[in-house]
């Protein structure tokens, strides 16, 4: 059975900086791309990065520089690392696993085959 399961949220100050895990079983993980997505009440589920089995990383535009997606193959697990967070931020944080490495696929949620249950991420200002 494929378990993903993510850690490290939290609450946090504006400007403030928080690295989410998310460790995986079950699962062949260095075949594996890696994303991290996110969802705040009323809004879609948005990418906020991804890694794929190979060490390629993508970040969407608004948030290259702020964020960055690490995998050690090792450990089986890939974090996310935020910084200069903003109240806009706030949302819940899954981690998802694909068997896609193409980057068109990594960017929306239906390219990924498992999902975790998510780490809540609440920014005050």
């Known amino acids: 059975q494929v378990r993903l399961v993510e850690s490290g949220g939290g609450l946090v100050q504006a400007g403030g900086s928080l690295r989410l895990s998310c460790a995986t079983s079950?699962?062949?993980?260095?075949?594996?791309?890696m994303g991290w997505f996110r969802q705040a009440p009323g809004k879609e589920r948005e990418v906020v990065g991804a890694?794929?089995?190979?060490?390629?990383?993508y970040y969407p535009e608004s948030l290259e520089g702020r964020v960055a997606v690490a995998r050690d193959n090792t450990a089986d697990t890939v974090t996310l690392q935020m910084n200069s967070l903003q109240p806009e931020d706030t949302a819940v944080y899954y981690c998802?696993?694909?068997?896609?490495?193409?980057?068109?696929?990594?960017?929306?949620?239906?390219?990924?085959?498992?999902w975790g249950q998510g780490t809540e991420v609440t920014v005050s200002s």
């Open positions: 890694i794929s089995s190979s060490g390629r990383t």
């Open positions: 998802a696993a694909s068997h896609n490495n193409a980057v068109l696929v990594l960017r929306i949620p239906s390219g990924y085959h498992y």
């Open positions: 079950g699962v062949a993980f260095r075949s594996l791309a």
